[in-house]
């Protein structure tokens, strides 16, 4: 189902028994319907938890992830204790812009999800981009 902006913030208004995470998964399909991966422009799917933030480069062709990287990986907790933070994102996004080069990966789509492109989300996009990968 795909919704536009107008249309879920009058059911996020309007009916209050939709739930938050009902709300939250109509607004990544609605979002997601336009966005798709091919095996030349791979999705990078963001998800941020409180504590931790992963992303990983899909190829939705063939329904598989091609690179996968998040706050929990070994390189990158020593480097920073705590994975909430900007950094730690910039971090995440810097570590898996070198994994994606190395796999000949150079542009890809920035699939943020249900997220605003703000705070962790921008600091791992901004981190891919000094990496090296357009998007």
Known sequence: MKFSKRTLFKLKNKNKKLKPD?????KR??????????LERP???VYRSNEHIYAQIIDDSNSRTLIACST???SIKLALPVGRTCDASRLVGEKLAEL???KN??????DRGPYLY???VKALADGLRSGGLNF
């Open 105 to 110: 990966i150079t542009k890809i789509v920035f």
């Open 118 to 120: 703000h705070g962790r």
């Open 72 to 74: 929990l990986d070994k």
């Open 22 to 26: 009902k709300y939250k998964k109509l």
């Open 29 to 38: 399909d609605s979002l997601r319907g336009r966005i798709k991966g091919t």
């Open 100 to 102: 994606s080069l190395k």
């Open 43 to 45: 999705r990078l799917s």
